[in-house]
């Protein structure tokens, strides 16, 4: 996914995305951060993107998948 240019749309996704979109695109970013490039290019490119997501998102589910990603990007 990340070698195909697949974070920017998950990053996308989690902006502009529904509750579900945002959760599943947080989900999939969060898998991808395992690798260490993955998680340098997830932090420089969506952090303020997600740590916005995660202030604005009502929804519980989302907001917690939003918040693991945010974790594992420390």
Do not use: H, M, W, Y
């Not at 070698?3 to 898998?31: Q, S």
């Not at 997830?42 to 589910?61: D, M, T």
């Amino acid at each position: 996914i990340a070698t195909e240019g697949g974070i920017t749309p998950l990053i996308a996704l989690v902006r502009d995305g529904t509750a579900e979109g945002k959760r599943n695109a947080a989900a999939a970013l969060f898998n991808l951060a395992v690798n260490d490039d993955n998680k340098v290019t997830i932090a420089r490119e969506g952090r303020s993107v997600i740590e916005q997501a995660f202030e604005n998102e009502s929804n519980s589910q989302a907001k917690c998948k939003l918040k693991d990603l945010l974790d594992k990007l420390k």
